[in-house]
């Protein structure tokens, strides 16, 4: 549950950061810069050494080496029509339907998969049922949900799966040096809104830079909070940062067309009494990391208005989906806004700055790390599209 609720808190600089405009020339202060001032007693913040995991070192070959890593969630499929019978690590390409006391439910049906035999990507029984099958026979899988299958309606249930083998399929991939538009676009697009080597090629790099960026960003933090002599945090200030986080939530679960309660135990799964308990147990780091960035902005001259403030605000309503500004302060109450955009332009500064060792940390520092990043116990560090493809074709099909 606390990793949950540090990747809450962390969600909000996340966006900060994709919204950054990267110059602060015309950027002037926040109206939380006098008790900035006030608390924090900054440490010498120019030319910072920090250390970062080495998984975000970028190199020569980082693009590269992401994009092939990107393949292996979209092969490329071909007939072969040589072989007719289904095998173990077959790619067999199926239509299925699976029914529970005669009738069909929900995500158990699809036309044209391709199922790797072995992958463990259905639940027990769909794959091994389908060994020493024939292309164009129709198979009756009887099958058992688990007990503890996300779906109340389906956990521990009998299902009759109808399977329909189309063909037996062989996969490849392609190289970096032959990737086409047309693979791009038919395998990235939905995802990333890319359909050209190029776009896919400016993702990635975007992407990269941007992982790096808040992995410095968070050991600048914690090197600034180590460096600074911080007071003791008034009860007000807590009170007015909690008010304005637990808007910020309310606001997305109202954003989601969610009661707050649901958002909660949907999103995070968690009661709103849990919230509310970790909320108050990690406020006070929370306010420690603003006040630390807050100092920093004031000795900048960092200010949340201007040209470049409406810039970041903009570019937040496009990342977001936002059509109005109303609409994003309602999520996004608008001092948070504010002290979004003077905390990002200040840590953009000390980045450029900062003196960064890359180093080999634990599998626990690894993780922590990227857990900072948002990502938290995902199982997967690119998200790619094969989370989606696993999601939206066979939701109720997989027992994982």
Do not use: H
């Not at 007939?79 to 439910?105: C, L, P, S």
């Not at 309606?153 to 990737?179: C, H, M, R, W």
């Not at 790390?369 to 094969?386: A, C, K, L, M, Y």
């Amino acid at each position: 549950m606390r990793k949950k609720m540090i990747a809450l808190f962390l969600c909000i600089s996340t966006v900060a950061a994709l919204s950054g405009c990267g110059s602060s020339k015309s950027s002037t202060s926040t109206g939380n810069a006098d008790s900035a001032e006030k608390l924090v007693k900054l440490g010498d913040y120019k030319n910072i050494e920090v250390e970062v995991d080495k998984s975000y070192e970028i190199s020569d070959n980082s693009v590269q080496e992401t994009i092939e890593n990107y393949f292996l969630t979209a092969p490329i499929y071909t007939e072969n029509k040589e072989k007719d019978t289904v095998a173990d690590g077959d790619v067999a390409n199926i239509d299925y339907e699976g029914t529970k006391d005669g009738e069909a439910f929900d995500g158990g049906s699809a036309k044209g998969y391709n199922l790797k035999i072995g992958s463990g990507t259905f639940i027990d029984g769909f794959e091994s049922g389908l060994i020493g099958k024939k292309v164009g026979e129709t198979v009756d899988l009887n099958l058992t949900f688990p007990e503890d299958y996300g779906s109340e309606d389906l956990a521990g249930k009998d299902v009759v799966f109808k399977v329909t083998i189309n063909s037996i399929q062989d996969e490849s991939y392609p190289t970096y040096d032959t990737l086409t538009d047309e693979y791009v676009k038919d395998n990235y697009n939905d995802y990333y809104g890319v359909s050209t080597v190029e776009e896919l090629k400016k993702y990635v790099s975007d992407s990269l830079e941007n992982n790096n960026n808040s992995a410095v960003g968070d050991a600048l933090t914690d090197k600034l909070k180590e460096i600074s002599k911080i007071s003791d945090i008034p009860d007000s200030l807590t009170k007015e940062r909690t008010k304005e986080l637990k808007s910020y939530y309310k606001g997305m679960a109202k954003y989601q067309d969610q009661e707050f309660a649901d958002f909660l135990q949907n999103t995070y799964g968690m009661s709103e009494d849990d919230f509310n308990k970790q909320i108050k147990e990690l406020m006070p780091d929370y306010i420690k990391s603003d006040l630390v960035w807050e100092a920093v902005a004031a000795k900048e001259g960092i200010k949340a208005s201007g040209e470049d403030y409406d810039k970041f605000v903009d570019k937040m309503m496009g990342t977001l989906k936002f059509d109005k500004k109303d609409d994003l302060f309602d999520v996004y109450p608008e001092t948070m806004v504010k002290r979004m955009y003077i905390e990002q332009e200040a840590k953009d500064k000390l980045i450029k700055q900062a003196k960064v060792k890359y180093v080999e940390t634990t599998s626990e520092d690894t993780t922590e790390q990227t857990q900072s990043d948002g990502s938290e116990d995902t199982g997967n560090t690119d998200n790619t599209s094969e989370n989606a493809e696993v999601k939206d074709t066979i939701d109720t099909t997989t027992g994982k």
